[in-house]
């Protein structure tokens, strides 16, 4: 009986500390389509609903959503399409990825305590702490973060670091964010077979997948690695053109 | 009795069956947007689809909308283009400049053509600055296209 009881307290404590860790993300209000995707269907959203991390949302034509992650608020506009990576309220660590559409985050600052709240697209993350910021990202002109209030601070897949505040903008062109050709000594070796697993380097895809830009490795987001693996990047290389001018 | 039982079990199954029916309606343009998104090249008729959900906040059968659209002036009255033909971006630029009346571009009101409304939507920042009226439009390119016209539509607002 006695064992039976420490074994009850140890389950309910551990229950009651994964709960406090990871605690719920709520649906705070919704506005026309805003749905949640189980399986291959999308759900309408209802006020109230918690949601767990990792869930797909997305909001439809003139809809809109808000949900509460920890201490943030966010704001998910018209057309939009994202994911809750991460919520861990102990850590006070939160992060979204978002394949399109624009997003509203205010993350309330508590006291003295470190909070962390990043939104990631496939080629550049912001990272909040307290403060407000609006995060579009879109296939023609790419991510851009506005930081209304405080300071923003931005990784870009290259690794480039930048800080913005006070109302100011950054935006990169998809185009020119594309992470470092990780198969070039594929493409320079024209007698190996392409795509041969030998050749390839693996251990930067697997630190990229890993990363934080794109939540530990989902597959159905950005398809970003599979990218990387079956779509070889151009490389511009420096070529010494010669060329005579015979005057007439 | 068996009657009123049928009758009973006839309302309750009518009511299920449109409510199934409500509820997809309602998911309509959350699947729509999400069915093209990862589409390369996207038609004229998902187009125009699109186009009706934002302006009209509804659509209905290609024809219907292609009708609905040329009775508002967006599209020619010699419109002749099938729903399953790729979309370029002056048929979509040429839509936009029409509905939302755009000022950007001085050419386009000399000239309507869709190179220069493709030209009037740059300057709208609706469009980017590095494509034609020929490029065909990916289902990422026209999210972002629908997105920036449905902020315009919603706040008045031009650049």
Not at chain 1, 70 to 98: Q, Y
Not at chain 1, 115 to 130: C, E, H, L, M, N
Not at chain 2, 25 to 33: D, R
């Amino acid at each position: 009986m006695k064992k039976l009881f420490i074994m009850l307290t140890i389950c309910a404590a551990f229950l009651f500390t994964y709960g406090i860790a990871h605690s719920a993300i709520t649906v705070q209000s919704v506005k026309g389509e805003a749905a949640v995707k189980a399986g291959n269907q999308w759900n309408q959203l209802q006020p109230g609903q918690t949601l767990a991390e990792g869930s797909k949302i997305s909001t439809g034509v003139n809809s809109t959503a808000v949900l509460k992650i920890d201490n943030a608020t966010i704001t998910i506009k018209p057309m939009t399409m994202m994911k809750i990576f991460k919520n861990n309220t102990a850590k006070r660590e939160s992060a979204v990825g978002l394949k399109f559409g624009r997003l509203n985050a205010k993350v309330q600052k508590i006291g003295k305590l470190k909070t962390d709240f990043k939104i990631s697209t496939p080629v550049a993350t912001s990272s909040v702490r307290g403060t407000e910021q609006d995060a579009s990202n879109g296939a023609m002109k790419g991510p851009e973060f506005i930081a209304i209030e405080n300071e923003l601070e931005i990784e870009t897949a290259t690794g480039q670091e930048s800080s913005i505040s006070g109302d100011q903008s950054f935006q990169q062109s998809p185009d020119e964010a594309k992470p470092d050709p990780l198969l070039s000594d594929m493409q320079d070796s024209a007698f190996q077979p392409l795509y041969d697993p030998n050749n390839i380097d693996e251990q930067p895809v697997q630190d990229f997948a890993n990363s934080d830009l794109i939540g530990g490795g989902d597959t159905g987001v950005f398809n970003t690695i599979d990218n990387l693996i079956t779509e070889p990047q151009e490389q511009e290389t420096d070529t010494t053109v010669n060329i005579n001018v015979i005057w007439p | 009795m068996v009657t009123k039982k049928f009758i009973i079990f006839t309302v309750t199954a009518v009511m299920l069956f449109f409510s199934g029916n409500l509820f997809s309606q309602e998911m309509n343009s959350v699947e729509f947007i999400n069915g093209i998104a990862d589409k390369e090249e996207v038609t004229v008729g998902e187009a125009v689809k699109f186009f009706m959900m934002i302006t009209e906040n509804r659509s209905g059968s290609f024809d219907e909308n292609v009708r609905q659209l040329i009775k508002a002036g967006v599209l020619d009255n010699g419109f002749d283009e099938s729903q399953n033909s790729t979309l370029d971006r002056g048929l979509l630029a040429e839509m936009i400049a029409e509905k939302l009346n755009l000022k950007g571009s001085l050419l386009y009101l000399i000239l309507p053509f869709e190179r220069y409304a493709v030209k009037a939507c740059i300057a709208e920042n609706i469009m980017v600055d590095r494509v034609g009226e020929w490029d065909l439009i990916s289902g990422g390119e026209l999210i972002e296209i629908m997105t920036g016209v449905s902020v315009i539509l919603e706040t008045g607002r031009q650049k």
